[in-house]
């Protein structure tokens, strides 16, 4: 095959810009610390790159949620904390009212501030994170104790129940499928892949039952009662090992409290596991991510002090190719 000056010329061009195109390459690497700058320079890495950017996305998002989380738990359980302290100051004002001794007066006054720590209560059941109620079920654009009494005076559950089929108000014996905006009702968020946890604490029974106690107490209290309740009635709603206590007493809805406080603790726990799990999910993937994209800097700077050097010897024999020319010779 002949070979001319003219090809030698087109070889050597072609192989000094294939050495410049190496040297550019590598110092893009080095300028951007990543293996590739553009999806085609390595499909393989970037199909995989985009999957673990994807993940980092999920756990990102899992950790907000984890905060939100948190937020609905702490609250909850400060609020039950809260109503567990009351209860315990409810019990000694009912042991005080229920000596036999006592004044109308001072039975009044026992009464007024039993009647204070219910409105306390029914506060703290309208206790509410970014205007949502978090006591009252799914319901939570409501507050759970609305505005209106019932004919005996206690506050009303203002989450209600709602109807499917003819979408009127249901106040008691709903069934599952007609339960929409629930007092009862479980919200729950999700923290992981598929894994959702119940972040609220259903109050519609609890401080429904909690309001209706106090209610009852303030009229064994009221010295305008007639007759006046008798030491044994007031009792009664201590509960405990009394013979006259009822299923609704302080001892009994004391004790729910405490098993609610028990059962956001549980929560609490797994919350905890799972961050941790979040986190260690977290590294492992920025681990991945790295060891896919991210450019070996020692390895990188050889190869390009490498290619300079070549470079360099290119340029060095090209000059002599191009130099001899039939010309040179023609004198």
């Known amino acids: 095959m002949r070979v001319t000056q003219s090809m030698l010329s087109n070889n050597m061009l072609l192989n000094l810009n294939r050495s410049y195109g190496k040297m550019s390459k590598l110092q893009d690497q080095l300028n951007s610390g990543s293996k590739i700058t553009r999806p085609s320079d390595d499909p393989v890495i970037a199909v995989k790159g985009m999957g673990y950017r994807r993940d980092l996305g999920r756990v990102e998002q899992y950790t907000r949620n984890m905060n939100e989380v948190n937020n609905w738990l702490d609250a909850s359980d400060e609020s039950l904390n809260q109503v567990g302290e009351q209860m315990k100051r409810v019990?000694?004002?009912?042991?005080?009212?229920?000596?036999?001794?006592?004044?109308?007066?001072?039975?009044?006054?026992?009464?007024?501030?039993?009647?204070?720590?219910?409105?306390?209560?029914?506060?703290?059941?309208?206790?509410?994170?970014?205007?949502?109620?978090?006591?009252?079920?799914?319901?939570?654009?409501?507050?759970?104790?609305?505005?209106?009494?019932?004919?005996?005076?206690?506050?009303?559950?203002?989450?209600?129940?709602?109807?499917?089929?003819?979408?009127?108000?249901?106040?008691?014996?709903?069934?599952?499928?007609?339960?929409?905006?629930?007092?009862?009702?479980?919200?729950?968020i999700e923290i992981y892949d598929e894994l959702q946890i119940q972040v609220n604490t259903p109050g519609a029974d609890l401080f429904g039952n909690l309001d209706a106690l106090m209610g009852k107490i303030s009229d064994l209290l009221d010295p305008k009662r007639s007759p006046l309740a008798t030491?044994?009635?007031?009792?009664?709603?201590?509960?405990?090992?009394?013979?006259?206590?009822?299923?609704?007493?302080?001892?009994?809805?004391?004790?729910?409290?405490?098993?609610?406080?028990?059962?956001?603790?549980?929560?609490?726990?797994?919350?905890?596991?799972?961050?941790?799990?979040?986190?260690?999910?977290?590294?492992?993937?920025?681990?991945?991510?790295?060891?896919?994209?991210?450019?070996?800097?020692?390895?990188?700077?050889?190869?390009?002090?490498?290619?300079?050097?070549?470079?360099?010897?290119?340029l060095s024999v090209g000059a002599k190719i191009i130099q001899q020319t039939l010309v040179d010779f023609i004198r």
């Open 91 to 188: 019990r000694e004002l009912v042991i005080q009212a229920a000596n036999g001794t006592n004044s109308i007066d001072e039975r009044e006054k026992i009464k007024t501030e039993i009647d204070q720590i219910r409105k306390h209560l029914q506060e703290v059941g309208n206790t509410k994170i970014a205007d949502r109620y978090i006591f009252s079920g799914t319901n939570t654009g409501k507050a759970l104790f609305g505005p209106d009494t019932d004919a005996n005076g206690n506050k009303t559950i203002n989450a209600d129940y709602t109807n499917l089929v003819n979408n009127t108000v249901i106040t008691s014996g709903a069934t599952a499928d007609q339960k929409i905006n629930a007092p009862n009702g479980e919200v729950k």
């Open 231 to 314: 030491s044994e009635e007031i009792s009664s709603a201590l509960g405990g090992f009394s013979s006259t206590s009822t299923s609704d007493d302080i001892t009994t809805l004391h004790n729910k409290v405490l098993e609610a406080q028990a059962d956001i603790g549980a929560r609490q726990n797994r919350v905890e596991m799972m961050e941790n799990r979040l986190s260690i999910r977290e590294i492992s993937v920025t681990k991945q991510l790295s060891n896919n994209e991210d450019v070996d800097y020692s390895k990188a700077i050889t190869e390009l002090v490498t290619s300079e050097s070549i470079h360099q010897a290119a």
